[in-house]
């Protein structure tokens, strides 16, 4: 404590003995403060930018981490699929040689022609004929003639729906192996976030497609299915009219048959003989 009184009062001294024209510097408080204000701020400053590049560094270190596939990524997980060749067949009696094509390449004209080369053509019923039979043998023709007719369409129907999706099973089946060389790839610009996100959008447009053509193949499947269904209805239906029929003109029928044999057998002369 003494050692300060003695350091002030030669302090005081000192001011004492210099020149009469030495002035104190003046401090201005206010800017003094806003000095210190501003210095605590720029240092708030330096500290977030510290943090703010400390976290992009984390980012890009996990980011270039994600990117990085294991090696041994594609020899371990990548499968063969069976794929769609074209069909073939023998044409012994060229007529099944635009079956074919329709079934491999789609093509509607390919597949009328194939309807109509390898299946047996029904013929037009005589106009003639047709207008002097009864209403209920029309009817059974007219119905005979639909189930052909709609066979036909849903049969050329199939085939090109067929055809179409094995014609263009190449192009897919490319894509497929694009998509699945750049998923395995080790190319940081391929499992790079935005990469990534494109193969999930490009694979789920690749299945959307493919159940559309599963939907196609379901979609014929039924369609035949229901030619056949008509023709079993048909055939039920028409046993149902005939029991009806039966039973309407069996008592009339019979007595026809009735009278029949009873002119017979009374036209008939026995002679005494036995003759």
């Keep these: 404590m003494r050692t300060v009184r003695y350091c002030f009062l030669f302090f005081a001294l000192c001011l004492a003995a210099a020149p009469a024209y030495a002035q104190f510097a003046v401090i201005d408080a206010s800017n003094l403060a806003e000095a210190v204000k501003q210095f605590k701020q720029l240092q708030q400053v330096y500290t977030t930018a510290n943090q703010t590049r ?9 980011a270039h981490y994600m990117s990085q596939m294991p090696q041994d990524m594609y020899q371990r997980y990548k499968a063969q699929f069976a ?13 099944t040689s635009a079956w074919i ?3 491999n390449t789609g093509i509607p004209q390919q597949s009328s022609a194939g309807y109509a080369a390898a299946i047996v053509q029904v013929n037009p019923y005589p106009a003639s004929g047709f207008g ?3 209403p209920a043998t029309q009817a059974t023709i007219e119905n005979q003639y639909a189930t052909s007719d709609l066979a036909q369409g849903t049969t050329t129907s199939a085939l090109t729906a067929l055809g179409q999706i094995r014609s263009h099973s190449e192009s897919l089946n490319q894509q497929i192996s694009n998509l699945e ?18 193969k999930v959008n490009a694979a789920n447009l690749i299945q959307l497609h493919s159940q559309q053509d599963t939907n196609q193949l379901l979609a014929a499947g039924i369609q035949q299915q229901m030619v056949a269904q008509k023709q079993a209805i048909d055939a039920q239906n028409r046993t149902i009219n ?9 008592p009339s029928t019979m007595q026809k048959i009735n009278n029949g044999v009873s002119q017979s057998i009374q036209s008939i002369s026995f002679s005494a003989g036995g003759h």
């Design 181 to 198: 060389a750049d998923s395995y790839s080790n190319d940081p610009t391929e499992q790079s976030e935005m990469a990534v996100l494109g």
């Design 54 to 62: 400390d976290q992009i560094i984390q980012a890009y270190n996990l």
């Design 101 to 103: 094509a329709a079934l």
């Design 83 to 95: 794929l769609w060749m074209n069909l073939t067949a023998p044409n012994t009696y060229g007529n």
């Design 242 to 250: 005939q029991a009806i029929y039966f039973q309407q003109n069996f």
């Design 132 to 134: 002097q039979l009864d």
